[in-house]
């Protein structure tokens, strides 16, 4: 499994981006595909996650009404859409899939992880 994140770019507090994610190889409906963040110093910290069906998603408490995560099966790609974008929510953004159906927040979870892609946040 192979993993590609995209969309990353320096925008203006109170903007909006779309990362993308393009998964290759073989991969079960089961599975569970995340987005994770790490901005400079920081630990890398749990964004969003969706279940590959599309049945489960979960957002940590900073993003939730500004983040939206979504999948397209046919394209094999999951997609973070970022909108009301705050200084804060710079950082390097990773995307990562788990095998396991109820993956939500635990990185060690993930198996599979692509290159981040940087977002900045200018105020």
């Known amino acids: 499994v192979q993993l590609q994140a995209s969309g990353g770019g320096l925008v203006q507090a109170g903007g909006s981006l779309r990362l993308s994610c393009a998964v290759s190889?073989?991969?079960?409906?089961?599975?569970?595909v995340g987005w994770f963040r790490q901005a400079p110093g920081e630990e890398r910290e749990f964004v969003a996650c969706?279940?590959?069906?599309?049945?489960?998603?979960s957002y940590t408490d900073s993003v939730k009404g500004r983040f939206t995560i979504s999948g397209d099966n046919a394209k094999n790609a999951v997609y973070l859409q970022m909108d009301s974008l705050k200084p804060e929510d710079a950082a390097v953004y990773y995307c990562?899939?788990?095998?396991?159906?109820?993956?939500?927040?635990?990185?060690?979870?993930?198996?599979?992880w692509g290159q981040g892609t940087l977002v900045t946040v200018s105020s």
């Open positions: 190889g073989r991969i079960s409906n089961t599975w569970t």
């Open positions: 969706i279940t590959r069906s599309g049945s489960r998603t």
């Open positions: 990562a899939v788990s095998r396991l159906i109820a993956a939500d927040r635990v990185s060690a979870d993930y198996a599979y």
